[in-house]
């Protein structure tokens, strides 16, 4: 059903992983390579893959710098950063640079086929605790500007900025905020516009800005 990679050193990891791929959309194929290098190689123009799960701490890897070279050789591909780094510290930059999601390895078990699966379906993956951190920033960063720095967000323009960052849609916004399309677009594209942006990616590179990152 999905052509997955799986980048990961660790062969136990990688088999387990497979597995849950395996069992999550039964007939999918599931490559794994242990070295960055060797994932890489296979992303032919003549073959692509729907998913990629990355260990960061991989051989050859060049962190951040991974997300871009594998945007490089697919473009739409999934990306989902599954390592043992801590999410606190390194979640918002893997975010910015591109990846779809971001999953400790001490996470639940469960959660690693959620992650799969909301990655899967063009959504961004954060768990709760990166959510809020995201969140703290920008309501931080927005809350703390003074009267000669462009304008604060509106209560409503909070709302629609807090489930952008959770990798919403503007349709699924819509509904949770019973509004109609037309005025999320209008929140989103103010929301861009006060903050300087053009796209989601700028808006978590910002965080990653405040953050120190």
Not at 48 to 63: H, M, N, V, Y
Not at 178 to 206: A, D, G, P
Request: charged share 20%; proline share 3%; glycine share 8%.
């Amino acid at each position: 059903m999905y052509k997955v990679l799986i980048i990961e050193d660790h062969e136990v990891v990688a088999r387990s992983v497979a597995m849950i791929v395996e069992d999550l959309f039964s007939g999918s194929v599931v490559s794994l390579v242990s070295t960055f290098g060797q994932g890489t190689d296979l992303l032919q123009p003549a073959y692509k893959f729907d998913l990629i799960i990355l260990d960061i701490d991989i051989p050859g890897g060049e962190f951040y710098g991974m997300i871009g070279s594998l945007r490089a050789l697919q473009p739409d591909v999934r990306i989902l950063v599954f390592t043992g780094q801590l999410e606190e510290k390194h979640a918002l930059g893997f975010l910015s640079a591109g990846a779809n999601g971001f999953l400790s390895k001490n996470s639940p078990m469960n959660q690693i086929g959620i992650a799969i699966r909301q990655v899967l379906n063009d959504k961004k993956y954060m768990t709760e605790q990166v959510q809020q951190q995201v969140a703290d920033s920008f309501f931080n960063k927005v809350l703390g500007k003074t009267h000669t720095e462009p304008a604060t967000l509106s209560p409503r323009e909070m709302e629609v900025l807090d489930l952008l960052m959770q990798g919403k849609w503007v349709k699924e916004i819509a509904l949770e905020l019973n509004l109609k399309l037309t005025t999320v677009s209008t929140h989103k594209t103010r929301i861009f516009e006060k903050m300087q942006v053009s796209n989601i990616i700028e808006l978590y590179k910002k965080v990653q800005v405040s953050k120190g990152v």
